[in-house]
């Protein structure tokens, strides 16, 4: 495998790889870490194209080889959206703590969702008098506990890390695209 | 009661056209419009779809948890969260003020995050509008776009942010939720190693920060008219200032200016922010409305983040942005400017002071040796505020005698904003769109006006297609996980069964 002076592998495709991106109850952090590739961005994009992905204007999703998905369920919205790449995705990657395990977000899992709507929206400091919990049917409808993706469909690759660093994220896409068995040496296998 | 185009009168017989998720923006949202059979916008909304509830979770939590919980609040800005929250509980521990040393490892932190953050923005997200045109071609209109038609302009922007992120690292432990900052103050300080490797970049970025600068101003130059006038309303302006008005991110005092620069208010500690603001909620985002209470909910809303500091403070505190305030000033030909695309060419400003801030702390010795915490007597509660990139950024916190956090109350930058954002949407919905067949183009106008707010909605959600009434989770085995409808506006679960009674 050829490898840079600095001990990345570099990239080696045998053709142009389509990927999508989505963030459900995650903090973008996953995503700030991707780019956090740096300038190995500008090698990645010569083998990959992409699609729905929140750094372009494509909104409906297509076929893919790769699907990312960083955070977990915590509404009916996010469960759409994770069937859709799931059907849409050949590899679905589940990036970071909460698509892995619910993350942070699921520390309200302990707690009664009506309650917790009721004190933020109702009796919080600051709050207008009278105010009530938003109810539109333009919002999506939260679940009773934030759930990581396994829970819903199937996913073939975890990437642990809150966030994964880019060096992580980038010897995974080196080692699938080049279409071997991902695999996160020491150093690079993470879990805060 | 009600601001014009929010709320149409008889919605029944209206088209709805959504842009679902709003790209190219630091988290989600989503808009929509009513349209009547002329296609005459009627009503237009930005819903923030995301609902966390951080504020809860995070009682009962131990205080020196905090600073490290909240950073996932927002992966792109977790610095803010982090020092916001580690202000409050100085004062909760007491540690008035922080030592020298760690004062200097945490601004240069957060100026370090002002720069990675607000290269990102502009660069990544906005910049393929601006290059290309608001309705150029989708395909392009991103950063790979940019990358192969200025790869140079790309190249600068990755290098921006690669060092804002570098600043973090070395100072936090890590790019993103890092845990540098503790109550009291820091838990390690810079070693000259370090400090010498980001000198080294330093000449490269103050120039490529200065080219920043000079590619917004030359965009408002070569396009006048839509620059000035493209999502252009009056609104009020809030940010910190330092007390003797100089522009701060860290830390400062409470100031508000009317539409016409008129001081509102001034010198007012960040600890008596409930005095002055006021949250209101509206049943169609989870996001709520702040406004100025000496005003009310009609006049008393106002903008944050680059394009309220720059105007709000007299001056800035490094020569090279001060001059290019002052250039910005000039093009308002006395008299504040009140544009949404403004908001570009004042944040290129910021990045440039972010880099001299920088350039200045990282010439300064304490950085390297002195205390790193500090204590002294242990209070109730505490508010912490900063300018986050995205603007002020409200952290309040009441803390018991066993340590444990009992209130929480957050209000984030892009919160005061809500108002605005919807403001310009929809300004861009008349000015542009009404009467129009929709294009795709003409609905990037929309998402223009809202990324030029660099809005920050992380932890959202996006929809694909039609809202549904009534959704069961069911597991890969078949197993029913979650069930969860509307009815009259409660949200009800019902974990019993698909087949279960319904109500």
């Known amino acids: ?192 | 009661m009600s601001f014009a185009l929010e709320t149409a009168p008889h919605p029944e017989n209206l088209r709805r056209v959504a842009i679902d998720p709003v790209s190219r923006v630091e988290g989600h949202g989503k808009v929509t419009l009513l349209l009547d059979e002329h296609n005459h916008v009627q009503q237009a909304r930005l819903h923030i779809v995301e609902f966390r509830g951080f504020e809860k979770f995070i009682e009962g939590r131990p205080y020196w948890e905090v600073p490290v919980m909240v950073q996932r609040l927002c992966g792109i800005c977790p610095v803010s969260h982090h020092l916001a929250a580690s202000k409050a509980f100085d004062r909760v521990i007491g540690a008035i003020p922080v030592p020298a040393s760690a004062l200097a490892v945490r601004r240069l932190m957060h100026y370090g995050q002002m720069l990675q953050s607000h290269a990102l923005h502009f660069f990544h997200l906005s910049s393929p509008d601006l290059l290309f045109g608001f309705d150029s071609e989708v395909a392009r209109r991103n950063i790979v776009g940019v990358a192969q038609a200025h790869p140079e302009i790309a190249r600068k922007g990755i290098f921006l942010r690669k060092f804002g992120q570098e600043v973090i690292r070395i100072t936090a432990g890590k790019r993103v939720h890092g845990t540098g900052a503790v109550p009291g103050g820091v838990n390690k300080l810079v070693t000259a190693e370090e400090r010498d490797s980001l000198k080294r970049e330093l000449p490269h970025m103050m120039s490529w920060a200065q080219d920043a600068v000079d590619m917004a101003k030359q965009l408002h130059a070569q396009n006048p008219v839509l620059y000035k006038r493209f999502g252009s309303f009056r609104s009020n302006l809030l940010s910190l200032v330092r007390p003797d008005g100089a522009m701060d991110f860290y830390d400062g005092v409470l100031r508000a200016r009317d539409a016409d620069g008129k001081i509102l208010f001034d010198g007012v500690s960040d600890q008596h922010y409930l005095e002055r603001i006021e949250e209101e909620v509206r049943s169609w985002s989870y996001m709520k409305f702040p406004h100025l209470r000496s005003l009310g909910r009609e006049q008393g809303w106002y903008r944050v983040g680059p394009l309220a500091r720059v105007q709000n403070c007299d001056f800035i505190p490094t020569p090279r942005a001060e001059s290019e305030r002052q250039a910005f000033v000039a093009w308002g030909r006395g008299e504040l400017v009140h544009a949404s695309l403004a908001y570009h060419w004042a944040r290129m400003i910021e990045m440039l002071h972010a880099v001299e801030v920088i350039a200045e702390l990282l010439d300064d010795p304490v950085l390297l040796s002195g205390d790193l915490v500090s204590t002294g007597a242990r209070q109730r509660s505490g508010v912490g505020v900063i300018e986050a990139p995205r603007g002020t950024l409200i952290h309040d916190y009441d803390v018991g005698d066993d340590d444990l956090v009992t209130r929480c109350n957050l209000i984030v930058s892009t919160t005061h904003n809500n108002q605005a954002m919807n403001e310009a949407v929809r300004a861009v919905a008349r000015d542009y769109l009404d009467g129009h067949k929709l294009t795709e183009g003409l609905l990037n106008h929309i998402e223009v006006a809202i990324r030029a707010y660099d809005p920050c909605l992380s932890c959202a959600t996006h929809a694909l297609g039609q809202m549904p009434l009534d959704i069961a989770l069911v597991g890969p085995d078949g197993t029913l996980i979650d069930r969860v409808f509307r009815s009259q506006g409660e949200f009800v679960h019902d974990v019993r069964g698909a087949g279960g009674s319904g109500a």
Request: glycine share 8%.
């Open chain 1, 1 to 192: 495998m050829t490898r840079d002076p600095e001990g990345a592998p570099l990239l080696h495709a045998p053709r142009k790889y389509k990927m999508a991106t989505v963030s459900l109850a995650g903090c973008f952090g996953c995503h700030m870490s991707f780019l956090d590739i740096d300038e190995r961005l500008l090698q990645l994009l010569e083998v990959v194209e992409f699609d729905r992905s929140p750094l372009t204007d494509i909104k409906t999703l297509g076929r893919c080889d790769i699907g990312l998905i960083e955070g977990g369920l915590c509404n009916a919205e996010n469960v759409h959206v994770l069937r859709e790449f799931r059907a849409q995705c050949k590899t679905l990657v589940a990036v970071g703590a909460c698509a892995i395990n619910g993350g942070l977000p699921a520390q309200r899992n302990q707690l009664d969702v009506g309650k917790i709507l009721r004190d933020v929206y109702c009796t919080q400091t600051g709050i207008s008098a009278n105010s009530q919990i938003p109810n539109d049917p333009e919002l999506p409808l939260p679940l009773n506990q934030v759930h990581p993706i396994h829970e819903v469909v199937h996913v073939d690759y975890f990437l642990p890390g809150c966030p994964p660093s880019a060096d992580a994220i980038w010897a995974f896409f080196n080692d699938l695209i080049a279409g071997r068995t991902p695999h996160l040496g020491h150093g690079l296998m993470h879990y805060d």
